[in-house]
């Protein structure tokens, strides 16, 4: 089977040009591993960017790169006809037998139902919720990206879900659906955290920092529990486009010692304080199948995450994680206080929530779950 993988790549996203190595976002790259374990497949990984970059052919044995230039008129300004056209032209070359578009955030979606090959979606965030939570103005990037995922979706022969959350956003809308949650980098399993003793116990909140991720409030919440017991909160992440939640943010972490912004962390970086951290929080408004949930599980780090999104789908209360109600300041801090005082609770949640993540997210289960999906959807076309 030749399947061609519409995505971005990262060296775009930050502007990376003069990097001569393509690398993606956590939840493709990990697909891309499974795909790498595969040898019945042939997989043609697609994406556009605004400037030239050099890049290997393949990527893996069986995985071919293209990297595709398109001119700043041809994304978002018009409605991005330069990366569809570019991106149709390619795939007349590679002759896929079908085509997955990963995300509706950018061109990728819009492309593949553009392709003139079979083709299903995955939705990484739900553009329509979270312009609703952000309150997008009409005609903003948000406001666009909605309007454009509730055009494209019915155009596909199916939407991969990587939540039922996603499922019932998109339910009425897409023609086919499966539910099918992220695969998560092989290396994480590796790590099994373990804080050193002697240095103080380590709360690790990883994201965006704007309001939907809800940092601000979460501060303020712990505040009850600062003169309790010593720990430190290390939040990791670009600081967004939103100035005014963003200026209060650094005022919060100034006056509170026991806070620290770490900034951006990469992969090598994330597992490091993954290895050390005493607990993952992440107290967001909305969310759809946040990575760094399954990361922490797959590195044996116990969870308290707000019961909100697709996170129900992935956090099993009481056993995998903890749950709060990101608007109730007294339900966040005693859910981080339980976490910081039982150790006996922490060790049994890391300990259950990797044997999930073992059975549910390791990349050759889930490439292999894609394959039946692309098989079923090509046995549904009609015989010529």
Not at 68 to 76: D, E, F, N, Q, T
Not at 308 to 336: N, Q, S, W, Y
């Amino acid at each position: 089977m030749r399947i061609a993988i519409l995505t971005t790549d990262s060296r775009e996203h930050y502007k990376d040009y003069v990097n001569p190595v393509p690398y993606f976002g956590t939840a493709p790259e990990a697909l891309l591993q499974g795909f790498a374990q595969l040898k019945d497949v042939e997989v043609h990984v697609v994406c556009c960017a605004r400037e030239a970059v050099k890049s290997p052919e393949k990527v893996a044995a069986n995985i071919y790169y293209h990297a595709l230039v398109v001119p700043k008129i041809g994304w978002m300004k018009t409605l991005y006809q330069g990366c569809i056209r570019a991106t149709r032209k390619k795939l007349a070359e590679i002759q896929p037998d079908i085509v997955h578009g990963q995300g509706t955030e950018r061109d990728c979606a819009i492309s593949a139902v553009s392709s003139g090959f079979p083709n299903v979606l995955t939705i990484h965030g739900n553009m329509g919720l979270i312009a609703k939570v952000n309150r997008a103005k009409t005609f903003s990037f948000f406001w666009l990206a909605a309007q454009l995922e509730k055009r494209t979706i019915p155009r596909s022969q199916g939407v991969v879900c990587i939540t039922r959350y996603t499922e019932e956003a998109v339910r009425s809308l897409a023609k086919r659906t499966w539910v099918v949650p992220n695969a998560v980098d092989a290396s994480f399993f590796e790590i099994n955290a373990e804080p050193p003793s002697g240095k103080l116990p380590r709360i690790l909140c990883v994201g965006l920092i704007c309001v939907r991720k809800n940092q601000n409030a979460f501060i303020r919440a712990l505040d009850s529990l600062s003169p309790k017991g010593k720990f430190e909160v290390l939040f990791l992440g670009h600081k967004g486009p939103e100035r005014a939640y963003v200026d209060e943010f650094t005022a919060l972490i100034r006056d509170r010692p026991w806070c620290v912004y770490g900034g951006m962390a990469d992969r090598a970086a994330l597992k490091q304080h993954f290895r050390e951290a005493t607990a993952l929080a992440l107290p967001s408004l909305e969310d759809n199948c946040p990575m760094v949930v399954l990361e922490a599980m797959a590195a044996r780090v116990p969870v308290v995450a707000a019961n909100v999104g697709g996170l129900p789908d992935l956090i099993e209360e009481g056993k995998t994680g903890l749950f709060c109600d990101p608007l109730d300041a007294r339900g966040m801090a005693g859910a981080m206080e339980a976490i910081l005082r039982d150790n006996s609770l922490r060790r049994n949640l890391g300990q259950n929530g990797k044997q999930q993540a073992m059975v549910r997210f390791l990349p050759e289960m889930v490439a292999q779950r894609h394959v039946d999906i692309y098989r079923e959807v090509l046995d549904a076309r009609p015989k010529r």
